[in-house]
């Protein structure tokens, strides 16, 4: 692989990466903050891109962003409306809520499995004509994605620092503590959970502008890929700031990304990506407790080297 092919292959894994990594930061806030494991992300991601076409199709590219969330927003209030009024297990409730959005989006797509948006304006397309004739024309996918993820990073910095914020960060540390304190874990989990759900639209939106179709599919194994990201993410980063946190986990979107590309780039079949992406996630999962066990290792090989040793003489 040359320079160029490896120039190509970074800058395509860190659109896809920038993009992507808002349902990282949407798993960021549900899964870190919040402690619920939201497993309705495959669904909403596949809800914020079929609402997001229809609605740019129509002719309004920008309101398709505003749509998209929105969406999400309904997603993630049914999901926490299944969790804390209804007695449902998160877990149960995301499956739950991922398999009604499968009809619900092929419904919002006319019946359709695939649209296609080849001839439709789109908010990357208004960017291309913005910057047409400068130097960053060629990278408007680019600085799109990257003004989302650094107002979703933004947003989150200032919202997790706020009254309501702290109160669904305790949420997630001590349910019972925040009851105790007069705190609503049914408001904050809900208020959660849309914000958080917003977030993954936004992404699915985005990639299908970006790749100017929706197929029922797109949002397949999203949960995984989301997962492993935040998990390297946070591998890299460790604990700290929110920002740090969150630069962490889009850091860790774009290494998944680059990871998967590679394995493109060398012909892997199709059918062997979803093994590739349980691959990273178990190395991610179980990198911190491996590196933890490392020395108690490395005391045994060297007492049984020692003892070998002996054993020879």
Known sequence: MDIISLLSLSETALELGLICSLTVLALFLSYLMLNVCDLSTDGCFTLGAAVGAVVAISGHPYLSILAAMAAGIVSGYITALLQTRMGIDSLL????????????????MGGSS???????????????????????????????????????????????????G????????????????????VFTTTVGLCVANSFTALSGCLLAQSQKSVSIDIGSGMVTVALASLLIGV?????????????????????FRLVYMI????????????????????IAISFPYLRNKWPEVKRRLQHRSRKAGGDAK
């Open 166 to 185: 702290l109160a669904i960060r305790a949420t997630g540390n001590n349910p019972d503590m925040v009851k105790s304190s007069s705190i609503n874990p």
């Open 114 to 164: 695939l649209l296609n948006m080849n001839k439709t304006d789109t908010v990357f397309t208004a960017f291309k004509s913005l910057l047409k004739g400068t130097v960053l024309s060629q990278y408007y996918k680019l600085i799109v994605a990257v003004i989302a993820v650094a107002l979703v990073i933004a947003f989150l910095c200032l919202f997790l620092r706020t009254r309501l």
């Open 263 to 282: 394995a493109l780039r060398f012909n892997m079949p199709a059918f062997m990506l979803k093994l590739i992406s349980s691959i990273i996630v178990i």
């Open 93 to 108: 409730a995301g499956i739950i809520v991922n398999t009604g959005l499968y009809s619900v989006n092929i419904a919002i």
């Open 235 to 255: 591998t890299i980063m460790g604990r700290g700031s929110i920002f740090k946190r969150a630069v962490g986990v889009v850091l860790g979107s774009f290494i």
